[in-house]
């Protein structure tokens, strides 16, 4: 007579063999049906209950049995309900992959308003400058490390922050019911011991998949080689494209794979599983900028420097919450570096600059007096600067060391640092690439033959820096009053010196030395020498308004009406009345009472 214990091992042998009847029937190896259909993709839920049971089942006996046999007869069942879960684990995922749609990437709905995704990356490249017209602003700057900015070009287009007012959004890269699957088959295959096989075909698909992604938003494999080799222009417009791909990649794709991990693994191996897929495509999106960060130095890549560095400050906090453990801890180190690489990168160009400034090397004279090319150079990449004020205020922590205690260039002009007390250290770094322009104006000035025209150089290009300053809000508030004031006192000593030079010598031949033969003034005086020193005084004038008028003169500025009393045409009548012996002009007495 059978005891209860027997009639119970029978029941579970019996149970056992049902089960693995379920798993062999699904044994691509030996059937064809099973090689040609799918379990979880079938549509019948009853046959993945059935099967997944059937799992459970030989797990449970295999931890209940202790004879040889019988555990060798279980494990080959479950090897193969293994090979069949792995199978169904990939196909799920590749389905769920192949029906993604990368228009859902876009975080907000000015980039959802274009025809594709591609498009959407796509930005306008004007070249603006600071007045608002097009142009090219090309001038040739040697940094001091030796690097050569070339024919430099400052790219204009107003500032827009990289800040985003959009964070961590997360979307569902598999559907509800595939995760509810997916988390079914990667429990069995855990508890069986096979979470190593379970993780690599995880992660290969999804890593296939975010690799595809990646080349959806325009991000390609690219060495730091490859990057400093690229002209500056196209780097450029990378730039622009991976600043909006890398919000993508970590506020969307990254977090929405992380949040999928750790559904379907649910707190048991979701940190290995994650960084097995995003590691390789994190640090590929990262060689990029730190690619920038390391690349030689030159004037016109600050601006895109510091969006980069704005653009990563922005992402570092998601990217903490994101990437929070010990095994990602390498991906923000990474990311962290760069942003310091970058910001290094931003003070040295700074610092270079003013010293290329100082050492801009050109010596022939600009016609008329005018402009010098490096004036308007300077001044509107000052202006682009204050753009960036917010960021640069934080990144300027030290205040610039001119004179021979910080350089051994006996040359160069030294700033008085007391007398700008309170001024941040910004502020004085952009006043002190002035005093380089200044100071090199003046240098160029002393190439031109002619003394008067080198004072009009100088009074143009001063009021040329003091105008762009007071018609920018944003450098009006870095560069100080009493620096301005200093620039105006410089302007009257060039309109002293310049009449000096060009009016003192007319006028002298009016002087009345040499006039008198005898007695008093208005009895001796030699005719023929007074027709002498008008003559003189004649000659002078025209040889000074032939050459004087071909040259560049002052801005006379807005509404000169209010402040100019009489015309030219005033004045010349004015003149020729004096030598008439009016005391005042009748038709200017008549103008004074209108």
Partial sequence: MSTPENRSGGSDVATFKTAEKIILRWDSATSEEAKENLIFQSGDRE????????VDEVQRHISSISISDEVKAANSTIQIAMA?????????????????EPDSLLL????ASSSSFASSLEEDNSVIDCDGNEEEQRIDLILPDGSDSGSSRLTRSRRSSSKSTSSIREIDLVSPEAVSDLRSIAQRMIEAGYSRECVQVYGNVRKSAMESIFKQLG????????VQRLDWETVELKIRRWIR?????????FASEKRLCEEIFDGIIEETCFMEIVKGSALQLFTFPEAISI?????????????????????????????DSSSSELILVQATEIQSRLAEAARGIITEFENAVFREPSVVPVPGGTIHPLTRYVMNYLNLISDYKQTLVDLIMSKPCPGLKCTNDPNKPDMDLTELEGCSPLSLHMIYTMVMLQ????????????????????????????????????????????????????????ATKYQRATWVRVLNSLRDEGL??????????SRSALRERFKAFNTMFEEVHKVQSTWGHIESGRHPENYLKYSVEDLETAVLDFFEGYPTAPHLRRRSHQ
Avoid at 47 to 54: F, P
Avoid at 88 to 98: D, F, K, M, V
Avoid at 219 to 226: A, E, N, P
């Fill in 47 to 54: 046959e993945v209950d059935r099967y997944l049971r059937a």
């Fill in 84 to 100: 069949r879960l792995e199978d169904e684990l990939r196909n799920i995922l590749l389905s769920q992959t192949s029906t993604f």
């Fill in 108 to 111: 907000d709905s000015s980039l």
């Fill in 219 to 226: 991000i390609v494999r690219l060495g730091i080689g490859d």
């Fill in 245 to 253: 791909a890398a919000k993508v990649c970590v506020r969307v794709v």
């Fill in 295 to 323: 690349s030689r130095r030159s004037p016109e890549k600050l601006f895109k420097i510091l969006d980069l560095h704005d653009a990563l400050t922005d992402l570092l906090p998601d990217m903490e919450e994101i990437f």
């Fill in 439 to 494: 100071f090199n104006l003046e240098e160029k000035s002393l190439h031109y033959k002619d003394e008067p025209l080198s004072h009009i150089f100088v009074m143009n290009n001063i009021h040329y820096i003091v105008e762009k300053v007071k018609s920018s809000p944003e450098l009006r508030e870095l560069i100080v009053d009493k620096y301005l004031r200093k620039l105006t006192g410089l302007f009257r000593q060039a």
């Fill in 516 to 525: 008198h033969v005898s007695g008093s003034f208005s009895s001796g005086v």
